[in-house]
């Protein structure tokens, strides 16, 4: 075995709160808040390219934030490559969470060249970040060592405690207030999260309290006026001031060990450092090209397409739904963001072939493994992250947002009557136009009721009102809100689903990981058989009884428990430790190649699918069955990926080795 393939894993006995190392809970809040930042800006941004002054219809704020997300995950795989081979994993994380800030920072404003320059920047910085932190985590845990799923599993709720306060915060105040104040809150929260991974320890608990502090505060004071929104701001604010006290508790142990994520090669020179700045000032202006489409260079402000229009659609023209679905592919894989991300997997993944083939027997198994289970991650992932564009627009104008209202009797028609808008009046006729949901994103947008959540319209009532609601701005949810349910349920159910495989192994009853994974895309697709049953059974509005949405979103949430932590914890435990940065790289490859394919899913619930002008919304009657018949078919396609995933169990567990050491055979065939 060569000096590079050492393992960097911590060897010296190390403090413990419940078993686990105390820098796990230093990185839980560094991720935690990193997390927030991210998924604070991810709730607002299809929301904010569409209402806010980019002014952008379905199709191309779908485009936009396919190549935002799917780059954000390509990135990971250059920057655990720097990690391993220049920097270490501590200097990448640096760098990663300075690059975000700014990203956060620049996203306040109102520029088109803003905009797409601060998607760059949290792109890149991403990049640095995500991988590495993740990696240092399993360095904290002995080789063999049976807590490190558990371990993953906490780090996995820092993740989504993140997560789950975002929408409720950022998206809230966002939406209300203005988009400026949702990204500011993210900035802040990036902020914080790079101090606590850099700074001294008595210096990161101060950071974690009041932040803390400040993120209950504002979960109990910025919120809908709506029970359900009440108790799911407190069960949060409850979770976090638990997380940040056995956080303080850890850090009174000890922190974060020194040699946690530090470079190979022991101090990293300035040369190297210098360089790599160097390349990311040079990659910032290239991706802002790529993931803008070279719309900020073209005259006309459409993004670049390298197949003809034409042809696309005569392609369109000559079969059925898969051409359809073929041709939609080709569209969107022609764009310059499409187009770089394939080139890049193709390479990377080639590489990652190659270098398969060279290590021994068990070494190579090991990684037919990953790379097997890194391909149904993918497809699993296109799948699931229609929560942030599709399932997005669904909650907004489908699903039933607003908790109690009065409703207008027969007595008031013909009258006209003050009322503050809200989703209950979309479809009913205002006078003789009918009230849609661009309309009241316009009233919401107007300089005179930016920053008012109360403001009222005349309205003139028609016989068809009869039985409309009558609801304040306070009791209606923000559709971006319903991205925290996911984010929740994992703070329900992830201990659980510790225990529950604790229980299960200690018995010799716990699924392989292959079988882990099948069962997380079988209840994916039941998820979404549960949006599509809440779609054809919608109101006569085409409303959506909200029931539907988060019980879809709870399945989502325990396949996501089933597959994504175990995922993270098999990159280490199955990858050679001369590949495990780059691996893990690769395994965030996969899900931005997912996040495009998501995106391209996204296309076929676009209005213009549904009918009527692209850039007016329909009523929610025209859109429900939109989205219930794309929803349906990922439900059958998720199951059929669930089936053949067990199906391929039993190989792919013997392929594991799980009776022998990890990294064993983890050297080229030949040595060096």
Same mark, same amino acid.
């Given at each position: 075995?060569?000096?590079?393939?050492?393992?960097?894993?911590?060897?010296?006995?190390?403090?413990?709160?419940?078993?686990?190392?105390?820098?796990?809970?230093?990185?839980?809040?560094?991720?935690?808040?990193?997390?927030?930042?991210?998924?604070?800006?991810?709730?607002?941004?299809?929301?904010?390219?569409?209402?806010?002054? @980019?002014?952008?219809?379905? $199709?191309?704020?779908?485009?936009?934030?396919?190549?935002?997300?799917? @780059?954000?995950?390509?990135?990971?795989?250059?920057?655990?490559?720097?990690?391993?081979?220049?920097?270490?994993?501590?200097?990448?994380?640096?760098?990663?969470?300075?690059?975000?800030?700014?990203?956060?920072?620049?996203?306040?404003?109102?520029?088109?060249?803003?905009?797409?320059?601060?998607?760059?920047?949290?792109?890149?910085? %991403?990049?640095?970040?995500?991988?590495?932190?993740?990696?240092?985590?399993?360095?904290?845990?002995?080789?063999?060592?049976?807590?490190?799923?558990?371990?993953?599993?906490?780090?996995?709720?820092?993740?989504?405690?993140?997560?789950?306060?975002?929408?409720?915060?950022?998206?809230?105040?966002?939406?209300?207030?203005?988009?400026?104040?949702?990204?500011?809150?993210?900035?802040?929260?990036?902020?914080?999260?790079?101090? &606590?991974?850099?700074?001294?320890?008595?210096?990161?608990?101060?950071?974690? +309290?009041?932040?803390?502090?400040?993120?209950?505060?504002?979960?109990?004071?910025?919120?809908?006026?709506?029970?359900?929104?009440?108790?799911?701001?407190?069960?949060?604010?409850?979770?976090?001031?638990?997380?940040?006290?056995?956080?303080?508790?850890?850090?009174?142990?000890?922190?974060?060990?020194?040699?946690?994520?530090?470079?190979?090669?022991?101090?990293?020179?300035?040369?190297?450092?210098?360089?790599?700045?160097?390349?990311?000032?040079?990659?910032?202006?290239?991706?802002?090209?790529?993931?803008?489409?070279?719309?900020?260079?073209?005259?006309?402000?459409?993004?670049?397409?390298?197949?003809?229009?034409?042809?696309?659609?005569?392609?369109?023209?000559?079969?059925?739904?898969?051409?359809?679905?073929? +041709?939609?592919?080709?569209?969107?894989?022609?764009?310059? $963001?499409?187009?770089?991300?394939?080139?890049?997997?193709?390479?990377?993944?080639?590489?990652?072939?190659?270098?398969?083939?060279?290590?021994?027997?068990?070494?190579?198994?090991?990684?037919?493994?990953?790379?097997?289970?890194?391909?149904?991650?993918?497809?699993?992932?296109?799948?699931?992250?229609?929560?942030?564009?599709?399932?997005?627009?669904?909650?907004?104008?489908?699903?039933?947002?607003?908790?109690?209202?009065?409703?207008?009797?027969?007595?008031?028609?013909?009258?006209?009557?003050?009322?503050?808008?809200?989703?209950?009046?979309?479809?009913?006729? %205002?006078?003789?136009?009918?009230?849609?949901?661009?309309?009241?994103?316009?009233?919401? +947008?107007?300089?005179?009721?930016?920053?008012?959540?109360?403001?009222?319209?005349?309205?003139?009532?028609?016989?068809?009102?009869?039985?409309?609601? @009558?609801?304040?701005?306070?009791?209606?949810?923000?559709?971006?809100?319903?991205?925290?349910?996911?984010?929740?349920?994992?703070?329900?159910?992830?201990?659980?689903?510790?225990?529950?495989?604790?229980?299960?192994?200690?018995?010799?009853?716990?699924?392989?990981?292959?079988?882990?994974?099948?069962?997380?895309?079988?209840? @994916?697709?039941?998820?979404?058989?549960?949006?599509?049953?809440?779609?054809?059974?919608?109101?006569?509005?085409?409303?959506?009884?909200?029931?539907?949405?988060?019980?879809?979103? &709870?399945?989502?949430?325990?396949?996501?428990?089933?597959?994504?932590?175990?995922?993270?914890?098999?990159?280490?435990?199955?990858?050679?430790?001369?590949? &495990?940065?780059?691996?893990?790289?690769?395994?965030?490859?996969?899900?931005?190649?997912?996040?495009?394919?998501?995106?391209?899913?996204?296309?076929?619930?676009?209005?213009?699918?549904?009918?009527?002008?692209?850039?007016?919304?329909?009523?929610?009657?025209?859109?429900?069955?939109?989205?219930?018949?794309?929803?349906?078919?990922?439900?059958? +396609?998720?199951?059929?990926?669930?089936?053949?995933?067990?199906?391929?169990?039993?190989?792919?567990? $013997?392929?594991?080795?799980?009776?022998?050491?990890?990294?064993?055979?983890?050297?080229?065939?030949?040595?060096?």
């Amino acid at each position: 075995m060569s000096s590079a393939a050492v393992s960097t894993e911590t060897t010296q006995e190390e403090p413990t709160v419940f078993g686990h190392p105390t820098g796990l809970f230093n990185l839980f809040f560094a991720e935690m808040w990193e997390r927030f930042s991210y998924y604070g800006m991810r709730a607002l941004l299809i929301f904010y390219m569409m209402k806010g002054f @980019l002014k952008y219809n379905d $199709a191309r704020a779908y485009t936009v934030y396919g190549a935002y997300t799917a @780059l954000v995950y390509m990135t990971p795989f250059i920057g655990g490559m720097l990690a391993d081979r220049l920097l270490g994993q501590r200097i990448a994380v640096i760098i990663g969470g300075l690059l975000m800030a700014a990203g956060h920072l620049i996203m306040g404003f109102e520029h088109p060249v803003a905009f797409y320059l601060a998607l760059t920047l949290l792109i890149v910085g %991403n990049g640095f970040f995500k991988p590495n932190i993740s990696t240092i985590v399993g360095t904290l845990y002995p080789a063999g060592s049976h807590r490190r799923d558990g371990g993953f599993t906490i780090f996995y709720m820092g993740v989504n405690l993140g997560a789950a306060m975002s929408p409720l915060l950022c998206g809230y105040i966002g939406e209300t207030f203005g988009w400026h104040y949702g990204f500011g809150l993210a900035t802040i929260g990036m902020i914080i999260g790079l101090a &606590v991974f850099v700074m001294p320890n008595f210096v990161t608990q101060g950071l974690i +309290a009041a932040g803390a502090a400040g993120a209950v505060l504002a979960l109990l004071v910025f919120r809908a006026n709506n029970l359900a929104a009440i108790l799911l701001n407190i069960f949060v604010a409850i979770c976090l001031a638990c997380a940040a006290g056995i956080s303080i508790l850890a850090l009174s142990r000890g922190g974060l060990p020194a040699s946690a994520g530090a470079a190979r090669s022991g101090k990293v020179a300035l040369s190297k450092v210098a360089m790599v700045l160097v390349g990311i000032a040079i990659a910032i202006p290239i991706i802002t090209l790529f993931v803008s489409g070279f719309s900020i260079v073209t005259s006309d402000g459409n993004p670049v397409q390298l197949i003809s229009s034409e042809s696309i659609e005569n392609f369109k023209k000559d079969g059925g739904p898969l051409t359809q679905i073929a +041709a939609v592919f080709m569209e969107e894989i022609s764009k310059p $963001a499409g187009l770089l991300l394939t080139l890049t997997g193709a390479l990377a993944f080639g590489y990652l072939i190659l270098k398969t083939f060279s290590l021994d027997r068990i070494a190579k198994q090991r990684m037919f493994v990953v790379l097997t289970l890194t391909f149904f991650s993918m497809l699993f992932w296109a799948f699931f992250e229609q929560a942030g564009s599709s399932l997005n627009n669904f909650a907004d104008r489908n699903v039933d947002r607003v908790s109690e209202s009065k409703v207008v009797t027969e007595d008031l028609v013909g009258t006209t009557i003050r009322l503050q808008p809200t989703q209950e009046q979309l479809g009913f006729t %205002n006078g003789e136009k009918v009230f849609t949901l661009d309309q009241l994103n316009v009233l919401r +947008a107007a300089d005179e009721n930016k920053e008012k959540s109360d403001f009222e319209i005349d309205w003139t009532v028609h016989k068809d009102n009869i039985g409309m609601g @009558l609801a304040t701005r306070e009791v209606e949810l923000a559709a971006s809100m319903f991205q925290a349910i996911n984010a929740v349920c994992i703070l329900i159910f992830g201990l659980i689903f510790t225990a529950l495989w604790t229980f299960l192994g200690a018995r010799g009853l716990e699924p392989s990981t292959p079988v882990k994974f099948a069962l997380g895309l079988l209840q @994916l697709g039941l998820g979404f058989a549960v949006f599509w049953y809440g779609a054809i059974n919608a109101d006569s509005r085409g409303i959506v009884a909200v029931v539907w949405l988060v019980l879809g979103y &709870v399945l989502h949430t325990t396949g996501e428990l089933c597959l994504s932590p175990v995922g993270l914890s098999m990159i280490t435990k199955l990858s050679p430790k001369i590949l &495990v940065s780059t691996v893990m790289g690769a395994w965030f490859l996969a899900t931005a190649f997912s996040q495009y394919l998501a995106a391209i899913i996204s296309q076929f619930t676009g209005v213009s699918h549904g009918g009527g002008d692209e850039n007016v919304i329909p009523v929610p009657l025209e859109t429900v069955h939109v989205y219930g018949d794309v929803f349906k078919q990922i439900a059958i +396609a998720a199951v059929i990926c669930g089936c053949i995933c067990l199906a391929l169990s039993p190989i792919l567990k $013997a392929w594991m080795h799980s009776d022998l050491p990890e990294d064993g055979g983890g050297t080229a065939s030949g040595g060096h």
